[in-house]
């Protein structure tokens, strides 16, 4: 069974910097689009950024773009998502997804505040 | 970019009556592969969410076949025929015909 595992969230005052990893312990890992999903306290699943299976298609919500970068290494089965400049509004659970949904992280706890 | 509009945003239902759950998106979802990639997924309080229908309606292993999904084009639904204590959550459905994909709002069941 594929399972996801996420790590890197933490306490970061605003404007500092985060690196989110997600490794897959599955064998096709090379073949999926890779997703990160949050959820701000009080609010639905967003959809954050995605990374197509050769990494050459990328996706960024408007809100981050610029600010985050999502990134995969397939000899290690990790997608990462660098995230610069946060804000509060950046507060939120963030998951990792395998492509079509089937597959979901535990959740990684992003917080901002000072 | 597509839009998914889910109602009714909150959906009160009493044990064993049935429960359903709208979902319409801006564009039709049917992919030129002649699919259509609608899921919905559960997420329980604490923890992750979970797929529970793909492409419309197909069950994912281990789903109760209390669930089901139906629909076509723009217009889709999530049926759960007897709600039981443990379908207490929040259901979202999700386009992947376009890349990346979309969430619905989100619809919060709870038992009356």
């Known amino acids: 069974e594929v399972q996801l595992v996420e790590s890197g969230g933490g306490l970061v005052q605003p404007g500092g910097s985060l690196r989110l990893s997600c490794s897959d312990s599955g064998f096709t890992f090379s073949s999926h689009a890779m997703h990160w999903v949050r959820q701000a306290p009080g609010k639905g699943l967003e959809g954050v950024s995605a990374?197509?299976?050769?990494?050459?298609?990328?996706y960024y919500l408007d809100s981050v773009e610029g600010r985050f970068t999502i990134s995969r290494d397939n000899s290690k089965n990790t997608v990462y998502l660098q995230m610069n400049s946060l804000t509060a509004e950046d507060t939120a659970v963030y998951y990792c997804v395998n492509g079509g949904g089937s597959n979901w992280g535990q959740g990684t706890t992003v917080t901002v505040s000072s | 970019d597509v839009v998914m509009v889910q109602s009714p945003l909150s959906l009160p239902v009493t044990l064993g009556q049935p429960a359903s759950i709208s979902c319409t998106s801006s564009q039709s979802l049917v992919h030129s592969d002649g699919n259509t990639y609608l899921s919905w997924f559960q997420h329980r309080p604490g923890q992750s969410p979970r797929r529970l229908l793909y492409k419309v309606s197909n069950r994912d292993s281990g789903v109760p076949d209390r669930f089901s999904g139906s629909g076509s084009g723009t217009d889709f639904t999530l049926k759960i025929s007897r709600v039981e204590a443990e379908d207490v959550g929040v259901y979202y459905c999700?386009?992947?015909?376009?890349?990346?994909?979309?969430f619905g709002q989100g619809t919060e069941l709870e038992i009356k």
């Open positions: 999700m386009e992947n015909t376009y890349w990346p994909y979309t």
């Open positions: 990374v197509s299976s050769d990494g050459d298609y990328t």
